[in-house]
């Protein structure tokens, strides 16, 4: 009796069996194999520099766009930086005959918590032909104590290009949280900063460009593990944070810089709900960078904090909209999901009383859901509407205060 010679499953158990010279093969056991050789092949052609394909600017914010609602200012910078860090690649493996040489441009972005800064970093890494990766600045350490050292970064790029090591030095790494690195003050303390001002030294070499040892697995180094020399020199860091408190520093700075007669009209241009859009690189120093890390950091922008419509149109607008990622849910229980509009005005409004950005739109939609999710998949319910009451009733049960420190 014919049979599959890989699964073994007999001809009446498949669609089709494709018999050869001695051996016989199912669809299901051809559509395994296509995906191993599809994704063999990516393995080793998608960080082949030569083969890059690359986007302008304008698409890569066309791109941005789809997914990130506003921040005009922050997609262009980052659109500007990814297209030349792509140039620069193409320089490396293309010797030009002047032999300038283009310098890469490390970026910080300074923005509220829920702006949208992560979710730019991720967005990037969806459309980039380079190693990406995103790592916590949080769980850094100086060498020697406990936490994380400065090359687990390095490690983690390392991991995501296969241990490629030519293509991992020619990666981009975001570095999220960096304002939790910053001194802790210009007095000397009995206790060492070592989450500090100590990590923001060691960032140094791999910012400015440097060959480093990295542990191939991470963790902490031992003088019989093998090292991985890593070249930082290609390597574009993006830095994300959200200072805060650092509106008190431009405060400070913009009202010591506005002197004279026209003290006043100068002082009516500053609009004071946005200080952030006046940042400059001596208020990340008077915040607790250290001057060298701010002058490898060359490229600084800002992210806007999110009005009542930019929150209304992240609920429903992006392609991975929070609405649309329940819906989805929904449709894979064969069930339609959907909502009285002023459901989305309701939960606008509660995100605002939060003062949690974007963030507190998934925690405020998870409350309401929580038990319609719960109930539907075992009912036989095809259709589901949210109403304003329905919405109203079931945050009215959640745990305020555990929504507000969610």
Known sequence: MDKCSFCGREKKETNLLVAGMSAHICDRCIEQAFEIVKEELQ?????????????????????????????EEAKRYLAVAVYNHYKRLMQTSHKDEEEVEIEKSNIILVGETGTGKTLLARTIAKMLHVPFTIVDATVLTEAGYVGEDIESILTRLLQVADYN???AEKGIVFIDEIDKIARKGDNPSITRDVSGEGVQQGLLKLLEGSVVNVPPQGGRKHPDQKMIPVNTKNILFICGGAFDGIERKIGNRLNTQVVGYSASREKDRIDRENLL???????????????????????????????????????????????????KLFKMDNVKLSFEKEVFEFIVDKAIEFKLGARGLRSICEAIMIDVMFDIPSTDEKT?????????????KTNIQRLKAA
Do not use: C
């Open 43 to 71: 393995k080793k052609g998608d960080f082949d520099v030569s083969k890059i394909k690359l986007s302008k600017p304008v698409e890569i914010k066309k791109f941005l766009d789809q997914y990130v609602i506003g921040q």
């Open 384 to 396: 589901v509407k949210i109403t304003l009451e329905y919405a109203k009733e079931k945050l009215a």
């Open 277 to 327: 859009q006046y940042i400059a690189p001596q208020d990340l120093k008077s915040f607790g960078l250290i001057p060298e890390i701010i002058g490898r950091l060359p490229v600084l922008t800002y992210l806007n904090p999110l009005d009542r419509d930019a929150l209304r149109r992240i609920l429903t607008e992006p392609k991975n909209a929070i609405i649309k990622q329940y819906e």
């Open 165 to 167: 090591t030519e293509a």
